[in-house]
């Protein structure tokens, strides 16, 4: 009994401290993933680019996943990057080091469109 | 309709809308391709899984050809885990035939990513083929990550441009189309200024009434723009064919049978060898309809076009064998 009570008002604790530090805690989020080399990640699922739109800081590495069982490629419109043919689950990433806007698409389906916004 | 009928969702586990009857008649599209009777001028046009019902004398024409589509070889999802079985199942009805087919068309699609192994492969199964000629235009899986070469080198040796071509059997000309190359973002599919200039050119001296046959990977028509099933400037090299009375248009890429008429002009698509496709608009997205390889293979060629043809929002001539 007494560990219960005890387990329990330190969760009352963590959470009131969390409540109260959250502005804090935020700010420490947003440093910690500054920190680290930035990365995003695009899913192809079902013919389409998820999110269609992704805003990224320079620098950030942008990595697309075929989930779908069929090929797709992610080719910029302005031939800033090109990847080769995708089949299911194969990858392809892309580094954005310059602001700019950079809409794609799959040059197999070309419905397929995408962008992505570099700040 | 009252001898019809309703159907009932039998058994609905996955809350799709498709039960078991629904999953037999999607199983339509995956027939196996086309028998084609060109007779008095006019393209008649059969599912190979259907001939046990046709009438032989159907069968007689100046010229009969089957076209087969959307090989697919490679891919090995669960759609369809052996495509290259269910191409021998196509080679096998085509050897059945009573009247052995001239030649054989592929529309495209031939191989799913481009392998050297998989167009190898391909092209030993159709050599067990009752036709030796084959005539393909490339599918978007044909071309991937060498804008062509490779398939120009294996099949387009006398083809023009990026791999169009024609030819003449008994009197009726053909054209093959390339409209899988230099897809724009957001676009269809495109057959690009040089290739209609060659078209245009390739049918001025024809007579007004000989029969053309056009075969092309992705429909020549709008089928759906919204999952690229169309053509962009199609509408230009439907121009050039206006002064013919006779005009076929036999296209693969959307895995399922579909046939509509337009003034002189009759558009077919023809059925994959590897796997079915949704209706227009009936799901997500046009990727391959996942059912179990031994129910894929025991259902090939159990055809119920007038299903295909019933639920079509879009015109479609009766290709039924009566």
């Given amino acids: 009994m007494k560990r219960i009570v005890l387990v329990l008002s330190f969760a009352v604790l963590a959470i009131a401290s969390l409540t109260l530090s959250a502005p804090s805690h935020q700010a420490f989020l947003v440093s910690a993933q500054a920190a680290q080399a930035a990365t995003a990640e695009v899913k192809i699922d079902n013919f389409s680019f998820g999110p269609g739109t992704l805003t990224v800081s320079v620098g950030t590495a942008v990595t697309w996943t075929n989930r779908d069982d069929i090929p797709h490629t992610v080719v910029s419109t302005d031939g800033a990057f090109k990847s080769k043919v995708l089949d299911t689950d194969e990858k392809f990433s892309f580094t954005f080091s310059k602001v700019g806007s950079y809409p794609y698409f799959c040059s197999i389906h070309p419905k397929m469109t995408g962008k992505v916004v570099v700040q | ?322």
């Avoid at chain 2, 099949?155 to 990026?162: H, V």
């Avoid at chain 2, 558009?267 to 227009?280: E, V």
């Avoid at chain 2, 997205?285 to 879009?314: F, H």
């Fill in chain 2, 1 to 322: 309709m009252s001898g019809k009928k309703k159907d009932e969702i039998l058994h609905d586990h996955n809350h799709d809308g498709i039960d078991r009857r629904g999953f037999l008649k999607c199983m339509a599209w995956a027939g196996t391709g086309a028998f084609c009777v060109m007779s008095g001028g006019v393209l008649k046009s059969y599912s190979l899984s259907r001939l046990s019902e046709m009438n032989p004398a159907a069968a007689k024409g100046e010229l009969s050809f089957v076209q087969i589509s959307d090989s697919h070889m490679g891919f090995n999802k669960p759609a369809n885990p052996d495509v290259a079985g269910t191409l021998k199942a196509a080679v096998d009805k085509i050897n059945a035939l009573q009247t052995a087919p001239e030649f054989l068309l592929h529309t495209g699609d031939i191989s799913h990513l481009s392998k050297p192994e998989e167009f190898d492969t391909v092209d030993q199964i159709l050599k067990g083929a009752s036709a030796k000629d084959v005539f393909f235009v490339p599918g978007e899986h044909d071309v991937l990550n060498d804008d062509g070469r490779q398939f120009l080198e294996r099949y387009g040796k006398n083809a023009k441009g990026q791999g169009w071509y024609s030819f003449d059997k008994k009197g009726v000309h053909f054209v093959g189309l390339v409209n899988v190359l230099n897809l724009k973002a957001g676009g269809l599919g495109t057959l690009g200024h040089e290739q209609l200039e060659w078209l245009e050119d390739d049918v001025k001296h024809l007579k007004h009434s000989t029969p053309i046959v056009v075969f092309a990977h992705i429909p020549l028509w709008s089928v759906y723009p919204e999952w690229g099933w169309g053509t962009e400037d199609s509408a230009q090299a439907l121009a050039y064919l206006k002064k013919f009375g006779s005009v076929t248009v036999l296209n693969g890429h959307i895995h399922q049978t579909m046939q509509k008429v337009e003034g002189n002009v009759t558009f077919h698509t023809a059925a994959s060898t590897a796997f079915p496709q949704p209706q227009p608009g009936k799901a997500d997205s046009p990727g391959p309809m996942k059912v179990p390889a031994e129910q894929l293979r025991g259902i090939l060629g159990i055809t119920d076009v007038n299903y295909v043809q019933g639920q079509n929002a879009l015109a479609v001539v009766d290709s039924s064998l009566a």
